[in-house]
T-cell receptor, first 118, second 113 residues
Framework: AQKVTQAQTEISVVEKEDVTLDCVYETRDTTYYLFWYKQPPSGELVFLIR??????QNEISGRYSWNFQKSTSSFNFTITASQVVDSAVYFC???????????????FGKGTKLSVKP | DGGITQSPKYLFRKEGQNVTLSCEQN?????MYWYRQDPGQGLRLIYY???????QKGDIAEGYSVSREKKESFPLTVTSAQKNPTAFYLC????????????FGDGTRLSIL
């Protein structure tokens, strides 16, 4: 069955520390996409990145980086030199090409709440 | 600017009352979604629609209803049959396809009076 697990419920760091948010997924499909979203206190989810199942190349965007490893079914997210503005709930999500019931349906993890203290 | 507008931001429901949450998008997206978020539970799919005049139940559709008469609009009604409606409701839209990111509104927080 398809599933996304974010084992870290809450993480607290001090500003300028690096922090890694873990995401482990389960899927029967060979074709799928993985996503990360950020939910600041205001409530809306902000799309950060997507990665397809055929592209294991890591990606870096400023202080954000993502490590996708199919061998361990993981898609981890690292924030380098964290800032107070990074405080939010972060969600990992999975979308399958063939088993989603309908294409585009996202399966979300339960989220990791990150608190960055000054 | 293009985006998704949810209203109202806060809503209170009395016992036995139906309430409707509004969701409008001007992104020209075909697909629209409703999610419910409870503390520590992540997002759970209530209903989704891939095209006008068609919609499908998600994982927790009981006690909810939707309509999709226009591409831009996907209102959600929380009926009196939903016994535990207190939650944060998020609407999203996307182009059709499993590789498309969903864009979210600001949410509506529903509480029981």
């Amino acid at each position: 069955a398809q599933k996304v697990t974010q084992a870290q419920t809450e993480i607290s760091v001090v500003e300028k520390e690096d922090v890694t948010l873990d995401c482990v997924y389960e899927t029967r499909d060979t074709t799928y996409y993985l996503f990360w979203y950020k939910q600041p206190p205001s409530g809306e989810l902000v799309f950060l990145i997507r990665r397809n199942s055929f592209d294991e190349q890591n990606e870096i965007s400023g202080r954000y980086s993502w490590n996708f490893q199919k061998s361990t079914s993981s898609f981890n997210f690292t924030i380098t030199a964290s800032q107070v503005v990074d405080s939010a709930v972060y969600f990992c999500a999975l979308s399958e090409a063939n088993y989603g019931g309908s294409q585009g349906n996202l399966i979300f993890g339960k989220g990791t709440k990150l608190s960055v203290k000054p | 600017d293009g985006g998704i507008t949810q209203s109202p931001k806060y809503l209170f429901r009395k016992e036995g009352q139906n309430v409707t949450l509004s969701c409008e998008q001007n992104l020209n997206h075909d697909a629209m979604y409703w999610y419910r978020q409870d503390p520590g539970q992540g997002l759970r799919l209530i209903y989704y629609s891939q095209i006008v005049n068609d919609f499908q139940k998600g994982d927790i559709a009981e006690g909810y209803s939707v309509s999709r008469e226009k591409k831009e609009s996907f209102p959600l009604t929380v009926t009196s049959a939903q016994k535990n409606p207190t939650a944060f409701y998020l609407c999203a839209s996307s182009p059709t396809g499993y590789n498309q990111p969903q864009h979210f509104g600001d949410g509506t927080r529903l509480s029981i009076l």
